[in-house]
């Protein structure tokens, strides 16, 4: 990832290494960015993504970050997308979001997400920004939520805690990521995502002793983020979670 020098008497924002072709963040608003990344197929690929700078001080051990991994309807080329549903749509109304730096990538079209570029982004970002490695959180919503689940599985030493919703991963492999905090969300309506997966993740967490927490809305379908994204307790749950 390239970064490019700002003089010493602009803002804090621009400080900071920002990743190649990005715009120079601004406190307080949502920059597109992009970054060449490793991929699940051994070829590097372009990851394009959106970061967020808070608009508070710096934290003396770096900003906590973020990761937002959106669902099947936000993949493409228009990083305008992202921003349909979570922390994007949030980013800058949602006074919780002020104390985390973000990042929410997309995923190209007509594919699941690549885990692999997904770590590869996040290494970057955190070599890159002034983040505390101690507080990586990971979320994602639907398609989302099934990467935020086989990161656990494949990185369970990366995040310091894990939010999937109306996501399904594999309960088999549970005992992997058993130590790290996650806050399971799920709709009992659910047609898209039936919610027992989401159950057969917590129940097998439960027979390991894992540090699980679910979340059931009653009488919500495939949309449990809404709900939960606008819930000023995950964030504070979340910033409790410390490597």
């Not at 967020?52 to 228009?78: I, Q």
């Not at 921003?83 to 730096?101: D, T």
């Not at 929410?104 to 955190?126: E, Y």
Request: aromatic share 10%.
């Amino acid at each position: 990832m390239s970064s490019r020098r700002f003089p010493a008497t602009l803002s804090i924002c621009a400080l900071m290494t920002v990743p190649l072709h990005a715009e120079t963040p601004v406190p307080g608003t949502l920059t597109k960015s992009s970054a060449e990344v490793k991929s699940d197929h051994g070829t590097p690929t372009t990851l394009g993504f959106w970061t967020y700078l808070p608009k508070g001080e710096k934290p003396s051990a770096g900003w906590p970050l973020l990761v937002f991994l959106h669902g099947s309807g936000e993949r493409g080329t228009d990083l305008e997308l992202v921003k349909k549903h979570g922390p994007p749509k949030l980013a800058g109304n949602q006074p919780e979001l002020e104390s985390f730096f973000m990042i929410a990538p997309q995923c190209p079209t007509g594919r699941w997400w690549d885990t692999v570029a997904v770590k590869d982004l996040i290494d970057q970002t955190v070599a890159s920004q002034p983040l505390d490695p101690k507080r990586i959180y990971i979320t994602g919503i639907s398609m989302g939520g099934f990467a935020t689940w086989n990161l656990l599985k494949e990185h369970p030493d990366l995040m310091a805690a894990a939010v999937p919703i109306c996501g399904a991963g594999d309960p088999v492999t549970v005992s992997r990521f058993k130590a790290v905090p996650i806050w399971a969300f799920h709709g009992d309506k659910d047609e898209a995502v039936p919610v027992q997966r989401s159950i057969d993740m917590v129940e097998a967490l439960k027979k390991v002793d894992g540090n699980i927490r679910f979340t059931l809305y009653e009488g919500v379908t495939h949309d449990s983020w809404t709900r939960t994204f606008s819930n000023p307790e995950l964030y504070k749950w979340l910033l409790e979670q410390k490597k």
